[in-house]
């Protein structure tokens, strides 16, 4: 209950205010998530590899990352062959299971959870998503439409990639920045989390439940919110990393589906009625789950 007050409340108020403004005056939320797309999220990108030193912990977040990414494939697939669903609804399965909220409800539930440090090695958990999205939850919501080459391309068509290798660039060159555009940076890099919350906010008020499916959607939504978790603590437990790293991986890892595979399955028709329906789902459920995992790990 502490951590439903402390934590999760306050998220969900402010997702709460998205979903209500959206309700009420319809906006263009395309460009609002372009704004943070291309603006707020590269900025505090590259200030978090700027200023943050990476270490052997960063290396074994990586690994356990990949680990966690097969071991819900592998499960999404078995599921999927034992219930003898066909390839198209495996696909739409995968971008829900598969792919995790990190970036528009993973950090800033670790900023109110675990302060300024967890923060940091969500931002990490973050960028590594974002690439394993751009090519994984594209290869598969284009099944037959798209090569894996085209969606690793696709990585290289945003912004972030370039921030880290900017960010890790300098830091390793030892350059040092103007106290004053460090300042701007860091504001500019504070709006993007409040951004991508309210972002989330708004993408849930035109998710609708359609065609529901309650097995599909019930599967679905306990591989990303319970097993997700399980598998990521059994991983940790393999590595030599921190409590504090752990308790992050465990929680983001408990995430909802992330609303950008919604994108993909729109764009690629890959059933995107049945993962807006589990995104959906998911994410309300989650507000129950996350405040669990974390009286769990404090």
């Known amino acids: ?39 707020l999220n590269p900025v505090l ?44 609804t ?11 909220n990190s970036g528009n409800y993973g950090t800033p539930i670790i900023l109110f959870a675990f ?9 990490l958990i973050m960028v590594l998503q974002a690439i394993i999205m751009g090519i994984f939850a594209v290869y598969y919501a284009s099944r037959g439409k798209a090569s894996m080459k085209d969606a690793i391309l696709n990585i290289f068509k945003l ?19 103007p106290d004053s555009f460090m300042q701007a940076v860091d504001l500019v890099g504070r709006a993007s989390i409040p951004v991508v919350m309210l972002v989330l906010g708004m993408q849930l008020a035109t998710v609708a439940v359609k065609d529901f499916d309650g097995k599909l959607i019930s599967l679905g939504t306990v591989i990303r919110l319970v097993i997700s978790p399980l598998l990521a603590w059994g991983i940790c437990c393999l590595f030599p990393i921190s409590p504090l790293s752990k308790n992050v991986i465990l929680i983001i890892a408990g995430m909802p589906s992330a609303a950008t595979a919604l994108l993909y399955a729109v764009q690629y028709e890959a059933r995107a009625k049945l993962v807006s329906s589990i995104t959906l789902v998911s994410t309300v459920l989650s507000f129950i789950s996350i405040a669990l995992l974390l009286n769990l790990v404090k």
């Open 159 to 177: 912004p972030n990639i370039y921030a880290v290798l900017l960010g890790l660039l300098l830091q390793y060159s030892h350059v040092p920045l």
């Open 90 to 100: 495996e696909s739409a399965l995968m971008l829900t299971t598969a792919f995790m």
């Open 1 to 39: 209950m502490i951590a439903l007050l402390e934590t999760v409340f306050p998220v969900f108020l402010i997702f709460l205010s998205g979903f209500i403004i959206q309700k009420k005056f319809s906006l263009d939320i395309k460009s609002i998530s372009n704004m943070s797309i291309y603006i």
């Open 45 to 88: 990108i590259f200030e978090t590899f700027y200023t943050s030193k990476m270490n052997g912990q960063f290396g074994y977040i990586v690994i356990i990352q990949l680990l966690l990414l097969i071991g819900l494939i592998l499960t999404t697939k078995i599921a999927c062959r034992l219930l003898r669903y066909d390839l198209r």
């Open 115 to 123: 302060g300024k440090k967890g923060f940091q090695e969500a931002v």
